[in-house]
């Protein structure tokens, strides 16, 4: 079965900071890979689609990154602000799992102004 | 476009008492996903349909849990009877096609069980 695990699970940084947060999957024979955002009491809303045979995603001051052969993403988020602090939510899909999104349990993200 | 729509946003009910999520895909999407998401964990899928066709249901507790997607657009999930253990969010999601594609998901429904 798929195991998802991202590191750290929370993390509070100041305006104006880079970070990585990191997303490790078991089994690499995966079709994509999606990072998510959830704002408390709200649904998720898509970041990033990363398909199996690309290395890379970016959109605006985001940036994912996967090496499918060592099980590994890193979303990047420059110059953070305070509107990003929220949890992200990394989800790889692989065919043993019927297609369905196999979840992390979240990196919890509080940008301090 | 319009997004995934769920209704209602919020339900609390008493244990034993039946309760129905309702879940309108993006429009053209005929994969449909129902997550059901713990507090502090992530989504897990309960059920997957192609069209009107559940095509894995694997996880859904079939004691209690039923869904349909009549004509292959709108889908509901119920539960009957709940349990305390169902207090969680519900989330529908859908996308153009089982494999490749981006998943797009709804607000969800906050189920509280008392």
């Known amino acids: 079965k798929q195991e998802v695990t991202q590191i750290p699970a929370a993390l509070s940084v100041p305006e104006g900071e880079n970070l990585v947060l990191n997303c490790s999957f078991t089994d690499s024979a995966i079709y994509n890979l999606q990072w998510f955002r959830q704002d408390p009491g709200k649904g998720l809303t898509s970041l990033l689609l990363i398909q199996s045979s690309q290395r890379e995603q970016t959109s605006g001051r985001l940036n994912a990154s996967l090496d499918k052969s060592s099980g590994r993403s890193t979303l990047y988020i420059a110059a953070s602000q305070p509107g990003d602090s929220a949890t992200y939510l990394c989800?790889?899909?692989?065919?043993?799992?019927?297609?369905?999104?196999?979840f992390g349990k979240g990196t919890s993200l509080l940008v301090t102004p | 476009e319009a997004g995934v729509v769920q209704s209602p946003r919020y339900k609390i009910i008493e244990k034993k008492q039946p309760v129905a999520f309702w879940c309108n895909p993006i429009s053209g999407h005929n994969t449909l996903y129902w997550y059901r998401q713990n507090l502090g964990q992530g989504p897990e899928l309960l059920i997957r349909y192609e069209n009107e066709e559940a095509v894995d249901d694997s996880q859904l507790p079939k004691d209690r849990f039923s869904a349909e997607r009549l004509k292959g657009v709108d889908s509901t999930l119920k539960i009957q009877p709940a349990e305390l253990g169902d207090s969680a969010v519900y989330l529908c999601?859908?996308?153009?096609?089982?494999?490749?594609?981006?998943?797009?998901f709804g607000p969800g429904t906050r189920l509280t069980v008392l």
């Open positions: 999601a859908s996308s153009l096609s089982p494999a490749a594609s981006e998943q797009f």
């Open positions: 989800a790889v899909r692989t065919g043993n799992s019927g297609y369905a999104l196999n």
